[in-house]
């Protein structure tokens, strides 16, 4: 059988978008594609986990009013 609904990542999305795609259809890897839809890559559950975390001490740096000054 094959799958219609392909779930792919645009290779210049943001990382947390990305990994709030990972958390919304619960998956272990997907595949990065350029604009012209060819396949550059593969982003898998490490990779977001690794950006979930820096996020995470982003917002928590944040909160505490410490962190990079833009």
Avoid at 5 to 34: C, H, K, P, S, W
Avoid at 42 to 63: F, G, K, N
Wanted: no cysteine; glycine share 6%; charged share 35%.
């Amino acid at each position: 059988m094959m799958q219609t609904n392909v779930i792919e990542i645009a290779a210049d999305e943001d990382e947390g978008r990305a990994a709030r795609t990972f958390q919304r259809y619960d998956l272990v890897e997907v595949a990065v594609v350029d604009e012209s839809t060819r396949l550059v890559g593969v982003l898998t559950i490490d990779d977001i986990v690794d950006v979930i975390h820096e996020e995470a001490t982003e917002d928590i740096q944040r909160l505490a009013g410490v962190g990079d000054e833009d």
